[in-house]
Antibody
Framework: EVQLLESGGGLVQPGGSLRLSCSASGFTLSNYAMNWVRQAPGKGLEWVST????????YYADSVKGRFTISSDDSKNTLFLQMNSLRGDDTAVYYC?????????????????WGQGTTVTVSS | DIQMTQSPSSVSASVGDRVTITCRTS??????LAWYQQKPGKAPKLLIYAASILQSGVPSRFSGSGSGTDFTLTISSLQPEDFATYYC??????????FGQGTKVEIK
């Protein structure tokens, strides 16, 4: 059974940093593209970042480019999102989500497994 | 970037009703569209991919259709567990992946 468990969220001041983790089980992380998707309070879904299957490519929304870094540790089967220079509009629930397509750099069938989310609040 | 427009933003319906949600994209995406269901406080759940293919385990009352720029999600007979918010996502052009703004299906 696929499971994704996010952690690392919390309250941080503007300008601060957080590192989110997504521990994966039931599959090999490096065989799938992995995504971070966020949802601000009362708002819709916003794609944040993707790491391609195999880890060779990383992609970011314009809103986080230069501030966030996606990475993975294959030995721990864990996905990360390093978030720096945080702003109030980064406040959201952050989900990690697995691409549906096996061994495809970037799949086109959507995200078939999601974690429960971790909450990031940026406020002074 | 491909813009996504869902309509309506919300719909009130009764158990047993047929519900149709529309998603329009700013440019043609062939059949590269996914639909998700999200219940309050929960993660999204993939319902349909490639516009019309039902994800494993999803009830057959859900169906998707469309290609190009116009797509629909239909719930043939609304059940109590279907009251949720539904999102479309284009999976044609990356980056970025883009989502519709959501359609909330409420109890009438």
């Amino acid at each position: 059974e696929v499971q994704l468990l996010e952690s690392g969220g919390g309250l941080v001041q503007p300008g601060g940093s957080l590192r989110l983790s997504c521990s994966a089980s039931g599959f090999t992380l490096s065989n799938y593209a992995m995504n971070w998707v966020r949802q601000a309070p009362g708002k819709g879904l916003e794609w944040v970042s993707t790491i391609s299957a195999g880890g060779g490519g990383t992609y970011y929304a314009d809103s986080v480019k230069g501030r966030f870094t996606i990475s993975s540790d294959d030995s721990k089967n864990t996905l990360f999102l390093q978030m720096n220079s945080l702003r109030g509009d980064d406040t959201a629930v952050y989900y990690c989500a697995k691409d549906m397509s096996y061994a495809t750099l970037i799949g086109q069938y959507g995200m078939d497994d999601w974690g429960q989310g971790t909450t990031v609040t940026v406020s002074s | 970037d491909i813009q996504m427009t869902q309509s309506p933003s919300s719909v009130s319906a009764s158990v047993g009703d047929r519900v149709t949600i529309t998603c329009r994209t700013s440019q043609g995406i062939s059949s590269w569209l996914a639909w998700y269901q999200q219940k309050p406080g929960k993660a999204p759940k993939l319902l349909i991919y490639a516009a019309s293919i039902l994800q494993s385990g999803v009830p057959s009352r859900f169906s998707g259709s469309g290609s190009g720029t116009d797509f629909t999600l239909t719930i043939s007979s609304l059940q109590p567990e279907d009251f949720a918010t539904y999102y479309c996502q284009q999976t044609n052009s990356f980056p970025p992946w883009t989502f519709g703004q959501g359609t909330k299906v409420e109890i009438k």
